[in-house]
């Protein structure tokens, strides 16, 4: 009897001390600003493999390697997980085009084509972020940080127009030709995720077709 007690109070001094084990490596990953980051990526690798209308905060909590609870400690809902997502997508996407730019010459045609190459490997790369991205719902149209966050990206288009063309980033027409511009590899861009390109077997030349439209936009026009 005495044996079988101290078993049980072993197993249970066991448990405790793994879950004080647990709640100590969260609340360091917390402190650490791991556990946001961490949820950012499970959220991703979710929305890629299910869509966002699947996406669960639990799968989330679970993929991260944290308890169901954790997510809340930054995200006041799903849907809040899912704007966060949205944002950290357009924060990477907008890093990696200055990073496209950087290694070319100012005031050239082929920053614009690069912008474009990029923008497009981004949709086809992650096509369940990129569909997040511009599909929020709930109100997200209106969401002042998503705006902010969809304009500064266009303004690096915006940027890059006018200082080809010599003009000032808000002259009408800066505005006017990143739209077209814009217009094009968005479509494109969605032509190619929902398999319509591969599906009436079109030809496609992704760098000649960037080059031709840059060129009729930015030289031609």
Known sequence: MLERLTLTISTAQ???RIMKEAATTEKKAY???DLRAGLLSAIRQLVEEKGPDQFSVAEAARLAGVST???Y??????DEMLKAAALDNMARQ?????DALAPLPPKCVERIEALGQLYIECATREP?????TFALSSGHNRDPSLIASGKAMFGLLQHEVAT????EPLDPEAERRA???????HGLSFLLIDGKVEAMELDLDLPQMLHDVAQRVMVDH
């Open 14 to 16: 066991g448990k405790s």
């Open 69 to 71: 609870a954790a997510p």
């Open 31 to 33: 402190h650490h600003g």
């Open 179 to 185: 739209m077209m511009l814009w217009s094009f590899v």
């Open 128 to 132: 369940g972020m990129f569909r997040l």
């Open 94 to 98: 907008s890093t990696e085009m200055r």
């Open 73 to 78: 400690k930054h995200f006041k809902d799903r």
């Open 164 to 167: 080809f063309l010599g003009i």
